[in-house]
């Protein structure tokens, strides 16, 4: 099985602050990772596919890179809508593993 | 406009059975792959199981295995969710969700489960 690690838990940012969410996995998944944004109460929101594809819709200030077992979700400036949790994901092998979770939170 | 809609969640005894559905419209429903994830409270999102376009390929999480059973009705646009022996660690917000070129793009909003006497 493949282990998603995430850091930090907790990223404590001012809106208009960058914010830098790092994923790690345990074996290469190529590029084969996405990043889903949740806020509460909601469905997760598909943010990033193939480690740095925007999905469709996704503001410009949202970007992904990486690939093998090192990736990085990166947000330019916050604003007030993304503070909330941020998961990486990895369907590059079954079992489907997802990280813990990174909460972006209001400083 | 694409729309998941599941159902069939509700409080179930330790031991008992319930079966989720997920309706799908505004996609070629038969032309992919379908998923289960689920959310315990408060935790984070745990896949649960996968299914093919026509159902012959089927994958699940170990902790479900023997338990859980992922099925569709292509003919119905559904994705279902047998779960037998539930456990009260089976307790989460369960969605279905549309997988495509490894990513899982589009998701339900969710139906509660839970477990407990």
């Known amino acids: 099985e493949i282990v998603l690690t995430q850091s930090p838990a907790t990223l404590s940012l001012s809106p208009g602050e960058r914010a830098t969410l790092s994923c790690r996995a345990s074996?290469?998944?190529?590029?084969?990772l996405a990043w889903y944004q949740q806020r509460p109460g909601q469905a997760p929101r598909l943010l990033i596919y193939g480690a740095s594809i925007r999905a469709t819709g996704i503001p410009a200030r949202f970007s992904g890179s990486g690939s093998g077992t090192d990736f990085t979700l990166t947000i330019s400036s916050l604003e007030p809508e993304d503070f909330a949790v941020y998961y990486c994901h990895q369907r590059s092998n079954w079992p489907i593993t997802f990280g813990p979770g990174t909460k972006v939170d209001i400083k | 406009e694409v729309q998941l809609v599941e159902s069939g969640g509700g409080l179930v005894q330790p031991g008992g059975s319930l079966r989720l559905s997920c309706a799908a419209s505004?996609?070629?429903?038969?032309?992919?792959?379908m998923t289960w994830v689920r959310q315990a409270p408060g935790k984070g999102l745990e896949w649960v199981a996968d299914i093919d376009q026509d159902g012959s390929e089927k994958y699940y999480v170990d902790s479900v295995k023997g338990r859980f059973t992922i099925s569709r009705d292509n003919a119905k646009n559904s994705l279902y969710l047998q779960m037998n022996s539930l456990r009260a660690e089976d307790t989460a917000v369960y969605y279905c969700?549309?997988?495509?070129?490894?990513?899982?793009?589009?998701w339900g909003q969710g139906t509660l489960v839970t477990v407990s006497s």
């Open positions: 074996q290469s998944v190529s590029s084969h």
């Open positions: 969700a549309r997988e495509s070129n490894r990513r899982t793009e589009c």
């Open positions: 505004g996609f070629t429903f038969s032309s992919y792959w």
